[in-house]
């Protein structure tokens, strides 16, 4: 059985930071193609970072140089490191695991990200 499991979400003020985890097993994690997604309600989620396997990383332009995205492949953990948050990052972040040429993708729950203006 295959789990995501998000943590570190929670209430910050703009400027401040958050390091959000996901830790996965059922996968082979050093196969899979890790992100990080975010979506607020009302709206299509939205990729925020994605991490290949060979280590290249892709960032949507609202979070460049802002965010960091990094993957322990020893440690089956997918970090996203959040500086300079503003209020508009408000929204749930959602992990996410997919592999080159499957159908199947695989979600976490979600953790909340509340920026305070």
């Known amino acids: 059985q295959v789990q995501l499991v998000e943590s570190g979400g929670g209430l910050v003020q703009a400027g401040g930071s958050l390091r959000l985890s996901c830790t996965a097993s059922g996968i082979i994690f050093s196969l899979y193609t890790m992100a990080w997604y975010r979506q607020v309600p009302g709206k299509q989620r939205e990729l925020v970072a994605e991490v290949f396997v060979g280590g290249r990383t892709n960032y949507a332009d609202s979070v460049k140089g802002r965010f960091t995205i990094s993957r322990d492949n020893d440690k089956n953990t997918l970090l996203l490191e959040m500086n300079s948050l503003k209020p508009e990052d408000t929204a749930v972040y959602y992990c996410?695991?997919?592999?080159?040429?499957?159908?199947?993708?695989?979600w976490g729950q979600g953790t909340q990200v509340t920026v305070s203006s």
């Open positions: 996410n695991a997919r592999k080159l040429g499957a159908t199947v993708t695989y």
